[in-house]
């Protein structure tokens, strides 16, 4: 069975850090590339980071440039997401998505395989 799972998110302070972890099961993810997307209360689903298969190339969010690290380590089949600088409209719903097409647009219709998602909230 194809499965991604996120893990890592939680509550930190604004200004703190967090690390999110995508662990894949059931397939291989060096043959994917990997995209992290967050929902927000009331709000549409967004694009955060993605990385290329072999992680030369990597795409972010202006909202998160400079503050959001994209990478992966394929001996380990898990992609992760470094959040530091956390701001409270960071709080939302993380997911992270597997695909065989390239990326570079956040369009997740191109996305097969996603996870149930991690909680973050950024609050004080």
């Known amino acids: 069975q194809l499965q991604l799972v996120e893990s890592g998110g939680g509550l930190v302070q604004p200004g703190g850090s967090l690390r999110l972890s995508c662990a894949a099961s059931?397939?291989?993810?060096?043959?994917?590339?990997i995209g992290w997307f967050r929902q927000a209360p009331g709000k549409e689903r967004e694009g955060v980071s993605e990385?290329?298969?072999?992680?030369?190339?990597?795409n972010y969010a202006d909202s998160v440039k400079g503050r959001f690290t994209i990478s992966r380590d394929n001996a380990k089949n898990t992609v992760y997401l470094q959040m530091n600088s956390l701001k409270p409209e960071d709080t939302a719903i993380y997911y992270c998505?597997?695909?065989?097409?390239?990326?570079?647009?956040?369009?997740?219709?191109?996305?097969?395989?996603w996870g149930q998602g991690t909680q973050v909230t950024v609050s004080s």
């Open positions: 059931g397939f291989t993810l060096a043959y994917y590339a």
């Open positions: 990385i290329s298969r072999s992680g030369g190339i990597t």
């Open positions: 998505a597997a695909t065989v097409r390239s990326t570079g647009t956040f369009d997740s219709r191109r996305y097969d395989y």
